[in-house]
């Protein structure tokens, strides 16, 4: 452990120096300067030894470190923004949850989710969800941490309570609801135009897949990936 500390030091040592031409111009002194009157040719002879007293890096190991601590940086990073971060996570709808985070949080992807459970009144409900739009819009530690359900509301796509028979619609962020297609409810993806076909009889459209998940938390859980591509 001490020994990682002692190297995470090392790395973000280094990370302050934009090249390694800076870091060598680092460690030389005003009398090194003074003397051979050439930056250049002192940075090359503090490289192979010949003049200054402490530890100096090969190019190598600097770029290595460089790295080291840039991966450092990013990963922590990521783990302040991702609310999947560090969770234990035993069912396979949150670890598919999860692995759809980052992709979504960056506009990679745009997923749709369908879902059938009860809500708190034991009421059957199900509906699909633009998983990117509810990213933005809501705190997701709750869900990942098994302390809320992740289940449709009136305000996503499509939203069906069975019992009630309350049935509503609505376009997102991403995609536009199209509920008078012959075949059924399909989304058009605001980005590209494509067409996610949520019927299960037929093709789910271009660059997007679907993949049933089954899981011990929910009825049943349907989830629509769609890979974003820009319009030419």
């Given at each position: 452990?001490?020994?990682d500390k002692t190297s995470a030091v090392l790395d973000s040592s280094v990370s302050k120096f934009l090249t390694y031409e800076d870091?060598?111009?680092?460690?030389?002194?005003?009398?090194?300067?003074?003397?051979?009157?050439?930056?250049?040719?002192?940075?090359?002879?503090?490289?192979?030894?010949?003049?200054?007293?402490?530890?100096?890096?090969?190019?190598?190991?600097?770029?290595?470190?460089?790295?080291?601590?840039?991966?450092?940086?990013?990963?922590?990073?990521?783990?302040?923004?991702?609310?999947?971060?560090?969770?234990?996570?035993?069912?396979?709808?949150?670890?598919?949850?999860?692995?759809?985070?980052?992709?979504?949080?960056?506009?990679?992807?745009?997923?749709?989710?369908?879902?059938?459970?009860?809500?708190?009144?034991?009421?059957?409900?199900?509906?699909?969800?633009?998983?990117?739009?509810?990213?933005?819009?809501?705190?997701?530690?709750?869900?990942?941490?098994?302390?809320?359900?992740?289940?449709?509301?009136?305000?996503?796509?499509?939203?069906?309570?069975?019992?009630?028979?309350?049935?509503?619609?609505?376009?997102?962020?991403?995609?536009?609801?199209?509920?008078?297609?012959?075949?059924?409810?399909?989304?058009?993806?605001?980005?590209?135009?494509?067409?996610?076909?949520?019927?299960?009889?037929?093709?789910?459209?271009?660059?997007?897949?679907?993949?049933?998940?089954?899981?011990?938390?929910?009825?049943?859980?349907?989830?629509?990936?769609?890979?974003?591509?820009?319009?030419?």
């Amino acid at each position: 452990m001490e020994e990682d500390k002692t190297s995470a030091v090392l790395d973000s040592s280094v990370s302050k120096f934009l090249t390694y031409e800076d870091y060598l111009s680092s460690k030389l002194t005003a009398l090194d300067l003074h003397y051979l009157e050439d930056e250049e040719m002192a940075r090359q002879l503090l490289e192979l030894g010949s003049i200054g007293g402490g530890e100096v890096l090969k190019k190598k190991e600097f770029e290595r470190r460089k790295a080291a601590a840039e991966a450092r940086r990013h990963s922590k990073a990521q783990q302040k923004t991702l609310a999947s971060a560090g969770k234990e996570l035993n069912d396979n709808f949150l670890k598919a949850l999860a692995e759809r985070e980052e992709p979504h949080r960056s506009g990679k992807m745009a997923s749709i989710f369908f879902i059938r459970d009860r809500n708190a009144r034991g009421q059957e409900i199900s509906g699909y969800i633009d998983y990117s739009h509810r990213l933005q819009t809501e705190d997701f530690e709750p869900y990942f941490s098994g302390k809320k359900k992740f289940l449709p509301k009136s305000t996503d796509l499509s939203f069906l309570n069975w019992e009630t028979e309350h049935l509503c619609s609505r376009d997102s962020p991403n995609y536009h609801v199209i509920d008078d297609n012959p075949s059924g409810m399909v989304f058009k993806n605001k980005m590209d135009r494509k067409i996610v076909d949520v019927n299960p009889k037929g093709p789910t459209g271009d660059s997007s897949s679907c993949t049933p998940i089954k899981t011990d938390l929910y009825m049943q859980v349907v989830i629509f990936d769609h890979i974003n591509r820009r319009r030419n």
